[in-house]
């Protein structure tokens, strides 16, 4: 219903039934405070819901358009006066309806208003309100079913308030505006903080700046959010989102939009995630200006005069910048250099860019360290009060060959006849980081430990990460046991629970446990692992048989030389060595969890959201585009089976990315919504509290019966975890990126650039993306730098295709590449086929290493069919020379 302002006139001699122009008369008014006229016959025949009355023009009849009476309808007409006015209605319309016609619902907005005089007029609404008044009816209003936002002279216009109550209103709104019960958004209207199209959670931006928000209700689906509607919000910004439906399929498109069922905007941001970032320096006309490293970052920051750093940085360096002032988007953000960092080829100042960046600090508070070392470096005779002595037990840890904390230790031992006695041994953090002391407010505050290539930044003093509460061979620790009964096919049978003391045998990395579980048995504790080993591949069949998902992919792990360099990069399966310490995890995980909820104690969950449905039915359209049979995705079996099949093809293990693209990000939440992944209605974490405050927390709830696991709500506290968790993830995924680009910068200055096998993950115009399993990273070939030949890109055929060597590329595909370009201050890179072009540079590429705001695709390690090679100068022309394009019609033919 179009919004029509209509100009009011008086109609000079005109009476009650008089008609002069001989068109229909009715009476007006203005029924509610939802802005719609409502028109009535004189005789008291309403509009009725007929097609004409729904598309009445709104009628503003205090609204003065001036002559020839402005006076005529000041503080004299209000929404419930009922008034006499003359519509002219169209011939066609009266032809068409006919004399007994409704046609109150008819009007055209050409048509004029006759105002002739007022039938009846109740006394004013509101002839003299207070504050508190007018916020109590100002609610009312705002609270309206139909109440849509509105401008500050809009809402005075709908509550009939006289002139002089302005004043009074904007208090009021702004009264209510402070005390969080109304919002200003976009256009300066107005919309209550209840209101069910105003959504909150935490925002993710891609590159190319549109934005998804994660609803921190876990019963919303994710709101798509367009570029030019994201505002001044930065990336993991916790921000207020109105939302609308996104418009539905139209004809001339060939499918639905996808990836989300809503779209909104930013109106609102309730908290920012940091507010310093690090860039390089640059010189504008103005001064200085901070280009972000961060590619999500929309524009440069300004850096006003008398805003730098006590020592002034030159062109190009690496500086961190604040934040300080962003008006609007279309407007540049301003800020203060805070501290100089130093040229960006200098050593060492990667590493601490991604340290400032991510506002990582390695070193504790000094009332943190003093409460750490208060408890010295053994466990005392009084802290083994109360527990279960389990120094007896054949107890062993396995972990990575570089681990210093180590969280967990197993031990097993036959329990009669096809029954096992498993006990799961995790440290026991709670026992010295107690809630509001000074460990725990700065263990909150981390989050985690984040582990950096070149470093690990501890969410505990080393005091307790690496000597106190790590479970260290020969030496006595506390812990928190689960005690499982379990049978030879993997079916738990009961558990325990309580607090226990351990001395570790032996320390195993997993490598070294690889080599004992391939080999044969021989004392204890190797037989102990061969039958641990046993009894966890049939947990992790039935696991499987339940419904969990395999997403497994092999990791890489980078090593440098003293000097800070690529030395060499590792690969890592998911062995039977990781598969043995992984399901006993995973079995303890899900017992605790189990226990919490019987016990209905407050506690924090590792929750996995199901994919959008929107989502999957796209991946399953990709899918059957390959000819691959597909099932309903929304059932989980039929994933199951998907994931089987692919798992038999060459364009499997591309598929498989695809589908990992499509989940959603586990989180923690207050409430056990349960993990579609891994396909547990009850799952947590628990086993890793040295470097996880959520598996703190359990600790508490489990054995502490506290109501008070933390000093803040659980779900504010789940929410920050969450958030701490992608920042370090972030975090370290930059660490490895920044010596990768510095690895592969040295490969293209040494003039011989090392080639790597890689995968086709995706198509697109532009190029194609690719994952190189070596490096453990994805990347893209942009088309430009397929130089042998002019390629195209084929959305039908999923190909991309030569035309004229008829070379063809597509998903899943195996490709030998070399890096092309390399640009270290934007972190973004782009890689070529091995041997079709020269004189790589340095210079600014096309696409990025990754895309920003969401999970790097993991690496595969599933064949591909090889492509044919392109065709040699030889094959397209004897004489080696290029063959010609076909004439055009109308022109000269072109050399390719």
């Given at each position: 219903m179009a919004a029509v302002r209509w100009e009011a006139r008086p109609a000079e001699g005109a009476r009650v039934g008089a008609d002069p122009a001989g068109s229909k008369t009715f009476v007006c008014y203005k029924a509610d405070s939802s802005r719609r006229s409502n028109l009535s016959l004189p005789d008291g025949r309403g509009t009725g819901p007929g097609l004409f009355s729904r598309i009445i023009p709104r009628l503003w009849p205090l609204r003065r358009s001036g002559s020839p009476a402005p006076s005529l309808f000041r503080d004299r007409s209000f929404p419930r006066d009922v008034i006499l006015a003359k519509f002219a209605i169209p011939p066609f319309l009266r032809k068409l309806l006919g004399p007994g016609c409704r046609a109150t619902g008819a009007a055209?907005?050409?048509?004029?208003?006759?105002f002739t005089e007022r039938l009846r007029t109740p006394p004013h609404p509101y002839p003299s309100l207070s504050n508190q008044s007018m916020e109590k009816h100002l609610l009312k209003h705002l609270g309206h079913k139909n109440y849509t936002p509105a401008t500050l002279s809009e809402i005075h216009e709908d509550l009939a308030l006289l002139s002089q109550d302005q004043p009074a209103l904007q208090r009021s709104l702004r009264n209510l505006e402070r005390d969080g019960i109304i919002l200003r958004i976009k256009g300066g209207r107005y919309l209550p903080t209840d209101s069910s199209r105003l959504v909150?959670?935490?925002?993710?931006?891609?590159?190319?700046?549109?934005?998804?928000?994660?609803?921190?209700?876990?019963?919303?689906?994710?709101?798509?959010?367009?570029?030019?509607?994201?505002?001044?919000?930065?990336?993991?910004?916790?921000?207020?989102?109105?939302?609308?439906?996104?418009?539905?399929?139209?004809?001339?498109?060939?499918?639905?939009?996808?990836?989300?069922?809503?779209?909104?905007?930013?109106?609102?941001?309730?908290?920012?995630?940091?507010?310093?970032?690090?860039?390089?320096?640059?010189?504008?006309?103005?001064?200085?200006?901070?280009?972000?490293?961060?590619?999500?970052?929309?524009?440069?920051?300004?850096?006003?005069?008398?805003?730098?750093?006590?020592?002034?940085?030159?062109?190009?360096?690496?500086?961190?910048?604040?934040?300080?002032?962003?008006?609007?988007?279309?407007?540049?953000?301003?800020?203060?250099?805070?501290?100089?960092?130093?040229?960006?080829?200098?050593?060492?100042?990667?590493?601490?860019?991604?340290?400032?960046?991510?506002d990582l600090q390695?070193?504790?508070?000094?009332?943190?360290?003093?409460?750490?070392?208060?408890?010295?470096?053994?466990?005392?005779?009084?802290?083994?009060?109360?527990?279960?002595?389990?120094?007896?037990?054949?107890?062993?840890?396995?972990?990575?060959?570089?681990?210093?904390?180590?969280?967990?230790?197993?031990?097993?031992?036959?329990?009669?006849?096809?029954?096992?006695?498993?006990?799961?041994?995790?440290?026991?953090?709670?026992?010295y980081v107690r809630p509001g002391s000074a460990l725990d407010?700065?263990?909150?505050?981390?989050?985690?430990?984040?582990?950096?290539?070149?470093?690990?930044?501890?969410?505990?003093?080393?005091?307790?990460?690496?000597?106190?509460?790590?479970?260290?061979?020969?030496?006595?620790?506390?812990?928190?046991?689960?005690?499982?009964?379990?049978?030879?096919?993997?079916?738990?049978?009961?558990?325990d629970f309580y607090p226990a003391v351990i001395h570790s045998k032996k320390r195993f990395t997993y490598a070294e446990a690889l080599a004992v579980l391939q080999g044969k048995p021989g004392d204890a504790t190797t037989t102990m692992l061969h039958e641990a080993s046993a009894l966890a591949q049939a947990i992790r069949k039935r696991r499987f048989a339940d419904g969990s998902l395999d997403l497994d992919f092999p990791e890489t792990k980078i090593r440098l030389d003293d000097g800070g360099k690529v030395s060499r990069i590792d690969r890592h399966d998911n062995d039977i060595s990781h598969q043995l310490i992984e399901e006993f995890m995973l079995?303890?995980?899900?017992?605790?969890?189990?226990?919490?909820?019987?016990?209905?104690?407050?506690?924090?969950?590792?929750?996995?959201?199901?994919?959008?449905?929107?989502?999957?039915?796209?991946?399953?359209?990709?899918?059957?585009?390959?000819?691959?049979?597909?099932?309903?995705?929304?059932?989980?079996?039929?994933?199951?089976?998907?994931?089987?099949?692919l798992g038999d093809l060459a364009i499997g293990a591309a598929l498989k990315i695809g589908f990992l693209r499509s989940l959603q990000r586990a989180r923690y939440t207050a409430d056990p919504v349960g993990h579609y992944g891994l396909a547990k209605k009850k799952y947590t974490h628990f086993t890793s509290p040295i470097r996880r405050y959520a598996d703190l927390v359990v600790h508490r709830s489990l054995f502490a019966n506290?109501?008070?696991?933390?000093?803040?709500?659980?779900?504010?506290?789940?929410?920050?975890?969450?958030?701490?968790?992608?920042?370090?993830?972030?975090?370290?995924?930059?660490?490895?990126?920044?010596?990768?680009?510095?690895?592969?910068?040295?490969?293209?200055?040494?003039?011989?650039?090392?080639?790597?096998?890689?995968?086709?993950?995706?198509?697109?115009?532009?190029?194609?993306?690719?994952?190189i399993a070596a490096l453990g990273m994805s990347a893209m070939v942009p088309i430009s730098l397929l130089v042998d030949d002019h390629y195209r890109h084929d959305s039908a055929a999923k190909q991309i295709a030569g035309r004229r060597g008829r070379r063809l590329i597509r998903l899943g595909d195996t490709l030998e590449v070399e890096i092309a370009k390399v640009d270290i201050t934007r972190k973004m890179i782009d890689f070529r086929l091995a041997g079709t072009g020269e004189g790589a540079s340095s210079g600014s590429p096309r696409a990025t290493s990754r895309h920003r705001g969401g999970d790097r695709a993991p690496q595969s390690n599933h064949p591909a069919a090889p492509v044919a090679a392109a065709p040699t100068a030889s094959e397209e022309d004897p004489t080696g020379r290029p063959r010609r394009r076909r004439r055009r019609r109308g022109g000269k033919a072109k050399a390719a």
């Amino acid at each position: 219903m179009a919004a029509v302002r209509w100009e009011a006139r008086p109609a000079e001699g005109a009476r009650v039934g008089a008609d002069p122009a001989g068109s229909k008369t009715f009476v007006c008014y203005k029924a509610d405070s939802s802005r719609r006229s409502n028109l009535s016959l004189p005789d008291g025949r309403g509009t009725g819901p007929g097609l004409f009355s729904r598309i009445i023009p709104r009628l503003w009849p205090l609204r003065r358009s001036g002559s020839p009476a402005p006076s005529l309808f000041r503080d004299r007409s209000f929404p419930r006066d009922v008034i006499l006015a003359k519509f002219a209605i169209p011939p066609f319309l009266r032809k068409l309806l006919g004399p007994g016609c409704r046609a109150t619902g008819a009007a055209c907005p050409k048509q004029q208003l006759a105002f002739t005089e007022r039938l009846r007029t109740p006394p004013h609404p509101y002839p003299s309100l207070s504050n508190q008044s007018m916020e109590k009816h100002l609610l009312k209003h705002l609270g309206h079913k139909n109440y849509t936002p509105a401008t500050l002279s809009e809402i005075h216009e709908d509550l009939a308030l006289l002139s002089q109550d302005q004043p009074a209103l904007q208090r009021s709104l702004r009264n209510l505006e402070r005390d969080g019960i109304i919002l200003r958004i976009k256009g300066g209207r107005y919309l209550p903080t209840d209101s069910s199209r105003l959504v909150a959670g935490r925002l993710q931006l891609t590159k190319s700046g549109r934005g998804f928000l994660t609803p921190e209700d876990p019963a919303l689906p994710e709101i798509a959010i367009a570029a030019r509607e994201t505002g001044t919000a930065l990336p993991d910004d916790r921000v207020l989102v109105l939302i609308e439906e996104l418009p539905k399929k139209r004809f001339w498109q060939r499918s639905a939009p996808e990836a989300a069922t809503l779209s909104g905007s930013v109106v609102s941001i309730i908290e920012r995630r940091r507010s310093r970032f690090v860039g390089s320096c640059h010189r504008n006309g103005k001064g200085i200006e901070v280009q972000p490293d961060d590619p999500r970052f929309p524009r440069g920051i300004t850096i006003l005069p008398g805003k730098n750093a006590p020592t002034p940085p030159k062109p190009g360096d690496k500086v961190v910048v604040e934040l300080t002032r962003w008006v609007s988007r279309h407007s540049a953000p301003e800020g203060r250099i805070v501290e100089v960092l130093g040229a960006p080829s200098a050593e060492g100042i990667d590493m601490l860019g991604v340290l400032r960046q991510y506002d990582l600090q390695g070193e504790f508070p000094p009332a943190v360290i003093k409460e750490a070392r208060r408890f010295g470096r053994h466990v005392q005779p009084a802290d083994l009060t109360g527990r279960r002595d389990c120094r007896g037990q054949l107890v062993v840890t396995i972990d990575p060959d570089d681990a210093r904390d180590f969280d967990d230790a197993i031990c097993l031992e036959p329990a009669g006849a096809n029954r096992w006695k498993l006990w799961v041994h995790i440290a026991d953090v709670s026992h010295y980081v107690r809630p509001g002391s000074a460990l725990d407010v700065e263990a909150r505050r981390r989050g985690n430990s984040s582990y950096l290539v070149d470093r690990v930044i501890p969410m505990l003093p080393e005091e307790l990460s690496n000597e106190l509460c790590s479970l260290k061979p020969h030496v006595d620790r506390l812990t928190k046991c689960v005690e499982f009964l379990i049978s030879s096919d993997g079916r738990v049978l009961s558990t325990d629970f309580y607090p226990a003391v351990i001395h570790s045998k032996k320390r195993f990395t997993y490598a070294e446990a690889l080599a004992v579980l391939q080999g044969k048995p021989g004392d204890a504790t190797t037989t102990m692992l061969h039958e641990a080993s046993a009894l966890a591949q049939a947990i992790r069949k039935r696991r499987f048989a339940d419904g969990s998902l395999d997403l497994d992919f092999p990791e890489t792990k980078i090593r440098l030389d003293d000097g800070g360099k690529v030395s060499r990069i590792d690969r890592h399966d998911n062995d039977i060595s990781h598969q043995l310490i992984e399901e006993f995890m995973l079995l303890a995980n899900e017992a605790v969890a189990g226990r919490l909820m019987k016990l209905k104690r407050p506690a924090i969950y590792r929750t996995h959201e199901a994919p959008d449905p929107d989502r999957l039915k796209s991946y399953r359209e990709e899918v059957l585009g390959h000819s691959i049979p597909c099932g309903n995705l929304n059932k989980p079996e039929e994933v199951k089976r998907l994931l089987a099949r692919l798992g038999d093809l060459a364009i499997g293990a591309a598929l498989k990315i695809g589908f990992l693209r499509s989940l959603q990000r586990a989180r923690y939440t207050a409430d056990p919504v349960g993990h579609y992944g891994l396909a547990k209605k009850k799952y947590t974490h628990f086993t890793s509290p040295i470097r996880r405050y959520a598996d703190l927390v359990v600790h508490r709830s489990l054995f502490a019966n506290a109501k008070h696991v933390c000093g803040d709500p659980l779900h504010e506290v789940a929410d920050h975890l969450s958030s701490t968790e992608r920042n370090s993830a972030d975090a370290e995924r930059d660490s490895k990126d920044v010596k990768l680009h510095a690895y592969l910068l040295d490969q293209i200055r040494s003039g011989t650039p090392q080639r790597y096998e890689a995968q086709v993950t995706c198509l697109r115009d532009f190029g194609f993306s690719i994952d190189i399993a070596a490096l453990g990273m994805s990347a893209m070939v942009p088309i430009s730098l397929l130089v042998d030949d002019h390629y195209r890109h084929d959305s039908a055929a999923k190909q991309i295709a030569g035309r004229r060597g008829r070379r063809l590329i597509r998903l899943g595909d195996t490709l030998e590449v070399e890096i092309a370009k390399v640009d270290i201050t934007r972190k973004m890179i782009d890689f070529r086929l091995a041997g079709t072009g020269e004189g790589a540079s340095s210079g600014s590429p096309r696409a990025t290493s990754r895309h920003r705001g969401g999970d790097r695709a993991p690496q595969s390690n599933h064949p591909a069919a090889p492509v044919a090679a392109a065709p040699t100068a030889s094959e397209e022309d004897p004489t080696g020379r290029p063959r010609r394009r076909r004439r055009r019609r109308g022109g000269k033919a072109k050399a390719a």
